[in-house]
């Protein structure tokens, strides 16, 4: 097992530039999740790491040796694709034991090696078959086998369960998670499942536009986005979000909406007197009542989905999403009132970064 | 509803039939004629089959003639010339499919333009540069020129086939800890083969017939192919038809039996992106 070091990583196919300059460090073990929306640079920046793109700038260090110049064989690294990637005119086992025998590993090691991860996912009965006579969920576990049976120094998964279906997906990403447990081997995953990311990391790596938005726990990231992207980004259904000037008033401050509309804020954030931020709000931290008390909005929409409710909200012209786990949801076309509660507000300024409460403007 | 359909289905045999019967006739004439004895072939008028057969013809090309020797050398050069195009066209074709390179438009723009030229208008230049090498009269210039003419096709066609295989195959291999090569030889190439295959019948069936260059560039009985052979039937004041029809029919063999060595995977290979998976 090693670690990962990126620093400052750029690439460019000629004047188009996909990565601008990304700096992470992945500690020995951990498990490291990039998510981020589709073209952001997160499988670019796997594949920089498993030498399948040339790095245009920057270095790359697994286990601290620089593999910038390395080809992809001599990294020691695994690597599960989104297709799977099984060589068709080759049976399970000889899928498995491929980088082995590249190896010319002895037999004995390679039958091990073979059995020992087979035996972890519950491949044994299908050794013997083709790629193309097994279901998706079983080609999955053969290249996860494939990835495990050679202990690599890191294992690199592209988007591996984005090809299953919903179920098999959840199955999939506790097995990934049980596996990484058992094995403890440092993994790079990359994922536009932001459900994933926040299931399996360790640590997530949010990105967009060729750049690193924020790295912290997923639990970090969703209680503390350091940006109105990851604010956005992270959580299902994503947070509300309103412009809103700021204001002073005595020990805390106010958000003045468009319309005068004031939301109340816990404590005062070191914002001059006016300014334009941005206020963000879960939608499971929105309070609908129906007592008159708080901003009324107008129930647009009800979504019920078994677990809770998820209700469409029009205040003015601003849509906004309440999540409750309520059943007992207001219907369709009611008049309601909502509330926030103070201390879940998130602050942007009217750049996007997040401001910190507390600290003297 | 299911008369229709009945009547459909005959109507669309019955077509199939009339296509086959008008493709294989002239198949069928070369067959008769083959074993129609020479006193007969006049005399009988025109007639499905002959009254009598007989294979003195195929004696006399296989035992008096040159025959055997234009049918070694075609072999040599057909075989030979698939053989070192395919390899080629599977090298080119894999790195037009797979790299990206300065001038790869322009290379694949001049392999267009060899296509578009009429042969014809290439003979004389090709006869004065292969004649001060020598090359003129002899297998090899014939097998040079085959393979200079089949090269571009082919390598666009083997690019079709490896474009048909995801490229995630050989990162994979080369993840494991295959050379790009290795994973080429090992995993790309295993699943190219009926596009190979596909190519070689293609070529050799291409050189197999050629009649314009073998005609130009050889000059007497020693290097010559079958199909210039099949001219010496001719004389100056009568043609031969039952010999050269009993040569034309053992022409026939090796062809017949390429295609059924490979029409395995030809038949995979043609269709080969018609159908995902």
């Known amino acids: 097992m090693a670690s990962i070091h990126i620093e400052d990583i750029r690439k460019a196919y000629g004047d188009f530039h996909v990565l601008h300059g990304v700096d992470l460090d992945i500690a020995d073990g951990e498990f490291v999740v990039l998510v981020g929306p589709s073209g952001c640079g ?109 202990q690599p120094k890191a294992f690199l998964f592209d988007e591996p369960l984005s090809n299953l ?18 094995l403890g081997a440092t993994s790079v995953y990359v994922t536009h499942d932001q459900i994933e990311a926040m299931t399996l990391a360790d640590r997530i790596v949010a990105m967009n536009g060729g750049v690193i938005q924020q790295v912290g726990s997923p639990l970090d990231l969703y209680d503390r986005p350091a940006n109105l992207f990851v604010a956005g980004f992270i959580g299902s259904p994503a947070m509300n979000v309103f412009e809103a000037r700021y204001r002073h ?35 499971e931290h929105v309070i609908v009542g129906e007592n008159g008390r708080g901003i009324p909005a107008v129930v647009e929409l009800v979504e019920p989905t078994g677990f809770g409710t998820i209700l469409h909200l029009r205040l003015d012209g601003v849509h906004i999403k309440a999540f409750s786990l309520e059943r007992q949801a207001p219907a369709s076309g009611a008049a309601v009132d909502i509330r926030f509660a103070p201390d ?18 | ?26 198949l069928f004439w070369l067959l008769k004629v083959s074993v129609t004895p020479n006193e007969l072939l006049y005399s009988e008028g025109v007639r499905l089959w002959p009254s009598s057969t007989t294979f003195q013809h195929f ?15 075609s072999v040599i050069v057909s075989g030979g010339t698939a053989i070192i195009v395919t390899i080629l066209a599977s090298l080119a074709g894999y790195a037009l499919s797979r790299f990206t390179f300065r001038a790869k438009y322009w290379i694949v723009a001049l392999m267009l333009l060899t296509q578009m030229f009429p ?53 994979a291999a080369m993840i494991d800890g295959a050379t790009r090569f290795m994973a080429f030889r090992q995993i790309i190439l295993p699943l190219t083969l009926p596009g190979i295959a596909a ?66 995977y030809l038949v995979q290979g043609l269709t080969a992106g018609a159908v995902k998976g």
């Open chain 1, 42 to 150: 997160k499988s670019t920046l796997l594949r920089m790491i498993a030498g399948l793109e040339e790095v245009t700038s920057g270095t790359i260090r697994i286990d601290g040796r620089r593999v910038n110049d390395l080809d992809p064989k001599d990294r020691d690294i695994a690597m599960v694709f989104q297709s799977y990637a099984l060589y068709p005119h080759m049976s399970v086992k000889d899928n498995m034991s491929y980088s082995l025998r590249l190896r010319k590993a002895a037999k004995e090691k390679i039958a091990g090696a073979v059995n020992g991860a087979a035996g972890k996912l519950g491949l044994e009965p299908f050794m013997q078959r083709r790629p193309r006579a097994l279901s998706g969920g079983q080609r999955q576990r053969v290249a996860m086998g494939r990835a495990i049976v050679r």
């Open chain 1, 165 to 182: 279906d919903a179920r098999l997906r959840e199955h999939m990403r506790a097995e990934i998670k049980k596996l990484h447990k058992e």
């Open chain 1, 249 to 283: 008033a005595g020990d805390a401050a106010e958000a003045v909406l468009g319309d005068g509309t004031t939301i109340r804020l816990a404590r005062a954030y070191p914002v001059a007197e006016g300014a334009r931020i941005t206020i963000g709000i879960r939608p």
């Open chain 1, 344 to 361: 879940r507000l998130h602050v942007f300024d009217e750049n996007g970064a997040r401001i910190e409460a507390g600290k003297a403007p």
């Open chain 2, 1 to 26: 509803m299911r008369k229709k359909r009945l009547g459909l289905t005959i109507a669309h045999r019955l077509a199939i039939l009339a296509y086959i019967v008008v493709a294989l006739f002239p």
């Open chain 2, 59 to 73: 004696s006399f090309v296989l035992v008096h003639s040159d025959f055997p020797r234009f049918f070694k050398n």
């Open chain 2, 119 to 171: 042969l014809v208008m290439l003979v004389a230049p090709i006869f004065k540069m292969l004649s001060p090498l020598g090359l003129t009269n002899s297998l090899t210039g014939l097998i040079i020129v085959y393979v200079a003419f089949n090269v571009p096709f082919a390598t666009f066609l083997m690019q079709s086939f490896f474009d048909g295989i995801p490229k995630d195959l050989e990162e």
């Open chain 2, 199 to 264: 190519t070689l019948g293609f070529v050799f069936t291409a050189a197999w017939s050629e009649l314009l260059f073998a005609l130009m560039l050889i000059s007497g009985n020693q290097a010559a192919t079958f199909p210039v052979g099949l001219l010496s039937f001719v004389s100056k004041f009568s043609v031969d038809f039952g010999q050269m029809m009993a040569a034309g029919v053992l022409a026939l063999i090796p062809a017949c039996l390429f295609f059924l060595l490979i029409q395995r």
